[in-house]
Structure formats: C-alpha cells, structure tokens
C-alpha cells in the first residue's frame, strides 16, 4: 500500500516517482505524473525554485528506506546506464514552443531557416554527450501533444539511426525528417487533431492527408532532399502493403520511412492524447513487437537497443509485490533489467536468471 508524501526540493532524489504533475506557470505541465525523477528533471525542478514535488511511500516500508545491507550491495552491482540524451525540460518546452511558431506558419520565407535552427539546437542537445540510448520518462515532460511528438520523434529516430549505424550525415536529415514529418498536420482542422472521441471513417480519412500536405509544403521550399520528403510522405506506410498513403510493400517503403515509423508509433502510445491515456514504455514496447508484420524487425531491434524504460536508481515494483531498485540495464531486453530487492537485498537478473522468468517489472 502507498501514500503520497510531499518531499522538499532539498531532499529529492533520482527515482523519486512523481505522484503530481509538475507544470509551468501557465499551467503546462512540464513533467508528468507517474514519472521516475532522473537527475536532468531534479535539475530542472532546482532550477525553477519549485518547492518540491508529491512523491509515493510505501507505508509497510518496504522501499523507504533502503537498509544499509542493502545499499552496499546496490553499490557492488550498479553500472551506470549508457549516455542518455540530455534534453531538460526547459530545452524541450523552448524547442516545442518554437515547434508551434513553424507549424503555424508555414507559409512563411523563413520557414526552412527556422526549422533547420530549432533541429540545430535538438542535434546539439542530442550529442553534446555523445548520447547512444534516450530515457523514456524524458519523452514524458510535456503534454503539448504535436510539438512535443515531432521533438520526440526526431530524437528518438537520431538514436534508432545511430543504432543502426548510420553515418552521421544520414542521421542528421533523419532528424530532420522527424522533426517535420507532421508539418502537414497544420492543414487538418484542429477539432479533428483533438477530438476526444472516436473519429468517423471521415475524418479519419482527412487525417491521412496530412502525409501528402506535409511532403507538398517541403516541396515547395526547395531546401529539403529528397530522402526528408520521401519520409515525411510515407511514414505511415507498412510492411505488409496496408499503410497510406501509397500502400508500399516491405522494402520499396525507405529506411527513413521505416525508422519514423516506428519512432511515431512508440511515441504515441506513451502520451497523453485527448482520446486516450499514456501507457508505459513496457506495455508500449511489447505492442510494437506485437506488430512484426507491420513493421521492419531490423528497425525494432535497433529500437529495442537504443531506449531505456528504468534508468539505473529508479525504485520498481515488481510482479511479485516487491520493490526494487534498478542497478544494471540490458540493451537487448530493455524491459528486463538487473534489480536489487530493497528489504532484503536479493539480486534479481530478469534478462538472465531463468528462475526469474515469471517476474516482470510493472
């Protein structure tokens, strides 16, 4: 059993989970609740002088606090996670913010200016720590839904490239793409884009447009290549021949296609739309392993290898009822990391310890 708690901003630490939002002071929020803390968003928290935040304690003390036995085992076995993306919620909500300026003026002379600007600024927030894995609680800092999706997607597709191994200019106009791939959602109407309920066959077919409108505008600028437009024409095309707007089939569908794909698919289903709640980067990830025949697997793998869904010192549940800190991450089971069982200290390997095939991180 658990109750929420409020904890000073002196006191807060990396794997605090959020038990309410953190917005802005126009009332956006800029984290969101259910979020395990890493030290970028404690950051921010400091920075912007917020009081300090409602976290979650367990009230048979299972989790708080951790027993010193425990803690020197936690210190024998924890490795650092990879180098993540660093992009604060700051960055994030300026980058959005002059996402919006773009997308609602598109008409304009400096509309390519601009767009390559706010990409420089991502790509050097990106790889000024030669980032190799995104953390997905970062994709969860803010709830402007077009703008924090097309930041989302760009980072996350620039760490799919990477994985990959793309050179670094192909992964360069890969952002890019990702960064743009929904500009021609700013010729859809906006009670369609956030309509609560669900769409008729209709509007559904209004929103499909928005590919071909996006491709049109680039088109007409002149500053983008060919491979920016192929992407932003057809990521959401499907292996199997079933997507839109051109039914390609398997490998006739770009690698940058496929990438975004992929990028805008994960991205959605952990954020809040009007339509729908989020759902966790698990339940997330195993929906797009679900939909193989959809999707390139070579991509998913790359995907798989590039994400981290518990960053090392957040505090998990597990299935079996216990809690858990993570110490250790495994790049091809992102979803089942290396744990230490806070009461007892118990070392749970999921990716590797066959006795643990039955406990999942929840």
């Known amino acids: ?27 956006r929020v800029m984290i969101e609740n259910g979020v395990y803390l890493d030290e970028y968003q404690i950051r921010y928290i ?5 009081p300090g935040i409602y976290t979650y304690r367990f009230v048979d003390d299972k989790a708080v606090p951790i027993p010193e036995a425990t803690k020197k085992i936690i210190r024998q076995h924890r490795k650092p996670d990879r180098a993540k993306i660093q992009l604060s919620a700051q960055v994030k909500q300026q980058l959005e913010e002059r996402m919006n300026h773009i997308f609602e003026h598109t008409e304009d002379e400096d509309f390519t200016s601009n767009s390559l600007d706010i990409f420089g600024e991502l790509e050097s927030a990106i790889f000024k720590n030669d980032a190799v894995a995104i953390d997905v609680n970062m994709i969860k800092i803010s709830d402007e839904y077009t703008f924090k999706h097309s930041v989302d997607v760009a980072a996350i597709s620039m760490m799919i490239g990477r994985e990959y191994g793309m050179a670094k200019e192909e992964i360069h106009h890969l952002g890019i793409t990702g960064l743009l791939h929904d500009v021609g959602k700013a010729k859809i109407p906006n009670e369609i884009l956030n309509k609560p309920g669900k769409l008729t066959d209709e509007e559904f077919e209004t929103i499909k447009n928005h590919s071909l409108y996006g491709y049109e505008i680039l088109k007409e600028k002149n500053n ?32 940058f296609s496929r990438i975004l794909s992929v990028a805008d698919i994960f991205d959605a289903l952990v954020t809040k739309r009007p339509y729908k709640g989020p759902i966790s980067g698990r339940e997330a990830m195993e929906m797009v392993l679900a939909l193989g025949s959809e999707l390139d697997n070579t991509v998913i793998q790359s995907f798989i290898e590039s994400v981290i869904l518990y960053p090392v010192d957040s505090i998990v549940e597990l299935s079996n009822g216990e809690m858990a800190k993570v110490v250790e991450n495994n790049k091809r089971y992102p979803t089942r990391p290396k744990v230490v ?13 066959h006795s643990c095939n039955n406990i999942v991180v929840l």
């Open 1 to 27: 059993m658990e109750e929420k708690i409020f904890v000073q901003r002196e006191k807060i630490e990396v794997g605090m989970q959020l038990g309410e939002s953190i917005k802005d002071s126009m009332g």
């Open 46 to 50: 400091k920075e912007k002088m917020y």
């Open 224 to 255: 983008f290549s060919a491979l920016i437009l192929d992407g932003v024409l057809h990521h959401h095309e499907k292996m199997n021949g079933l997507g839109y707007p051109d039914q390609l089939l398997g490998k006739d569908i770009s690698l």
């Open 341 to 353: 069982e806070i009461q007892t200290g118990k070392i749970y390997n999921l990716s590797e310890d």
